[in-house]
């Protein structure tokens, strides 16, 4: 298989409150040899990631009809213990994701546009892995 999370077990946390979305990606990445959680609420407080403890995070921007993602982002991003975890927004929610750019693009958060292609999102989530970036650049993680 060769994919970076084959060989430790790479953990992705997913946070999206559609059920078959969570299906979906539970299939995809655990087909790719991805350690999956999954989520359908954001999480109230920090200490809840930190106990997770995920390689990465996919977030939709919203849940159950409101910003919850949003939030969750700007606390993940705030906190030093997990400004690091790389982030990938997925959502249908356009408009707003142009209107954030620049604020996204500060954040290093990767976005993936719903509905997505497999394969982009496969390669997006490759790309965000500690393993494709840590070759030159090594940061303790955890």
């Known amino acids: 298989m060769g994919k970076p999370g084959a060989d430790k ?3 992705i946390l997913v946070i999206d409150d559609t059920p078959e979305i969570l299906e979906l990606f539970r299939e995809l990445l655990e087909g790719e040899g991805y350690r999956v959680s999954l989520y359908s ?3 109230r407080d920090l200490e809840e990631i930190k106990r997770v403890n ?3 995070l996919i977030l939709d921007f919203i849940i159950g009809g409101e910003e919850h993602g949003w939030q969750l982002l700007q606390k993940l991003k705030m906190d030093p213990a997990t400004a690091p975890l790389p982030v990938i927004l997925c959502t249908a929610a356009v408009s707003v994701v142009r209107e ?5 693009r500060e954040k290093n958060v990767t976005v993936v546009l719903k509905p997505f ?25 955890g």
């Open 9 to 11: 077990q790479t953990h």
């Open 41 to 43: 609420y954001a999480f």
């Open 54 to 56: 995920p390689d990465l």
């Open 100 to 104: 954030l750019d620049g604020h996204l």
């Open 117 to 141: 292609d497999i394969d982009e999102l496969l390669v997006k989530v490759a790309a965000r892995l500690p393993e494709a970036t840590d070759q030159g650049d090594k940061r303790g993680h």
